[in-house]
């Protein structure tokens, strides 16, 4: 039941959002590709992170992802010793020598850049009651702790109390299991099953490589040729050698692997 009430509300969020990212713009093949790997702090519950998310799906760009839920610690710290603050999201783009805040300055940014021009970003992506507010509402489909809005606690039931103001849960540390090598998540932007997946990569601070393949993408040839089939979420885990479909099976791996474990608390001393 509760598999089934996440796949229908991620398949609401994407309609609040009419399904955007879900196809690459046309002409894809004659833009400047960025020669190295750009990386963005982002939070997947965050509307603004999700209007660029569409922008990269929808120009073929891939990134490597470092999540920064609320109260995360694996990455939140790095982001402020780069940027100066705790804002997402956040593109490092070393091809080009910048690093930028604001959706709207990013999007123009990769529009210009590796795409057909800003003027062509679409009014959903923009500011505005249009582009932001259906943003927020498909943020507010998907609004549990573990939905890539909180860092993940260690148990649902801590996790959940994240929602308390107050709670003694905003205070649980955790530790994390280490990412050696690199995980890759094929995905597309629109698709409700790869956002369930993006959500637990989030919630558990799990860096990642976004390798964006929406319809049109010409590199999906290349994928098939990995993967034996055109079908997603599929994640590539070179920490274990895992390969796998299914956003349910993707999620029950990630949290089997990395879920972090609580740090307990100081113990005190009794005075003799």
Not at 177 to 182: A, D, E, G, Q, R
Not at 243 to 262: A, H, R
Request: aromatic share 8%; with cysteine.
């Amino acid at each position: 039941m509760r598999h089934a009430i996440n796949t229908a509300t991620s398949i609401a969020a994407s309609m609040a959002r009419l399904t955007h990212g879900s196809k690459v713009v046309e002409g894809v093949q004659s833009f400047a590709r960025p020669e190295k790997l750009m990386t963005i702090y982002l939070k997947e519950s965050c509307p603004f992170s999700r209007k660029v998310r569409e922008g990269l799906s929808e120009l073929d760009i891939d990134v490597q992802v470092k999540p920064c839920p609320i109260e995360g610690t694996r990455f939140r710290p790095e982001l402020v010793t780069r940027g100066g603050k705790e804002q997402v999201p956040y593109l490092v783009d070393m091809n080009k020598g910048v690093e930028l805040y604001e959706s709207s300055v990013i999007l123009n940014h990769i529009y210009k850049e590796y795409g057909p021009g800003p003027e062509h970003i679409s009014i959903l992506m923009q500011p505005g009651v249009i582009g932001t507010g259906s943003s927020r509402l498909a943020t507010l489909m998907r609004a549990l702790p573990w939905h890539g809005l909180f860092q993940y606690k260690g148990d649902d039931k801590t996790s959940m109390k994240t929602l308390i103001p107050g709670s003694e849960a905003h205070k649980t540390d955790v530790v994390h299991p280490p990412v050696h090598k690199p995980i890759h998540l094929y995905s597309f932007e629109g698709s409700p099953y790869c956002r369930i997946v993006r959500e637990a990569l989030d919630s558990l601070e799990i860096p990642y490589y976004l390798h964006n393949v929406a319809r049109g993408s010409p590199r999906r040839e290349e994928f098939i040729k990995l993967s034996g089939k055109m079908q997603v979420p599929f994640i590539h885990d070179e920490n274990t050698g895992t390969k796998m479909f299914e956003s349910k099976d993707i999620v029950d791996y990630l949290y089997k692997n990395y879920k972090p474990s609580p740090i307990p608390p100081p113990s005190s001393s009794s005075s003799p």
